[in-house]
């Protein structure tokens, strides 16, 4: 079964840190965009961090440039966002994405992760 998991949600501070984990099974990202996503209550999905390794383009929203990494795992079976200095705008559902098909670096449908919660506190 083509699924991906996540993992690392949770509550921290203002100014924290926190990384995402994101397991793929029955595949791996060698040709797959990826990315991570994030919906707050009552805003629509929005893509924040996405790579795309056919090109090796890179693509991260103005809001958490600077602050997060998006990565993959040397055998591509796990990719991870990496967020410092966090805020509390940033408190939302995160998403990981795996797609053969993409719009600029960032994956369109494909494979979506069960989504987890980050809480950033003031």
């Given at each position: 079964e083509?699924q991906?998991?996540?993992?690392?949600?949770?509550?921290?501070?203002?100014?924290?840190?926190?990384?995402l984990?994101?397991?793929?099974?029955?595949?791996?990202?060698?040709?797959?965009?990826?990315?991570?996503?994030?919906?707050?209550?009552?805003?629509?999905?929005e893509?924040i961090?996405?790579?795309?390794p056919?090109?090796?383009?890179?693509?991260?929203?103005?809001?958490?440039?600077?602050?997060f990494?998006i990565?993959?795992?040397?055998?591509?079976n796990?990719?991870?966002?990496?967020?410092?200095?966090?805020?509390p705008?940033?408190t939302?559902?995160?998403?990981?994405?795996?797609?053969?098909?993409?719009?600029?670096?960032?994956?369109?449908?494909?494979?979506?992760?069960?989504?987890?919660?980050?809480?950033?506190?003031?």
């Open positions: 083509v991906l998991v996540e993992s690392g949600g949770g509550l921290v501070q203002t100014g924290g840190s926190l990384r984990s994101c397991a793929a099974s029955g595949f791996t990202f060698d040709e797959y965009a990826i990315g991570w996503f994030r919906q707050a209550p009552g805003k629509e999905r893509e961090a996405c790579f795309r056919d090109d090796d383009s890179t693509y991260y929203a103005r809001s958490v440039k600077g602050r990494t990565a993959t795992s040397n055998d591509k796990t990719m991870s966002l990496q967020m410092n200095s966090l805020k705008e940033d939302a559902v995160y998403y990981c994405a795996a797609s053969s098909v993409a719009a600029g670096s960032c994956p369109i449908s494909g494979v979506w992760g069960q989504g987890t919660q980050v809480t950033v506190s003031s």
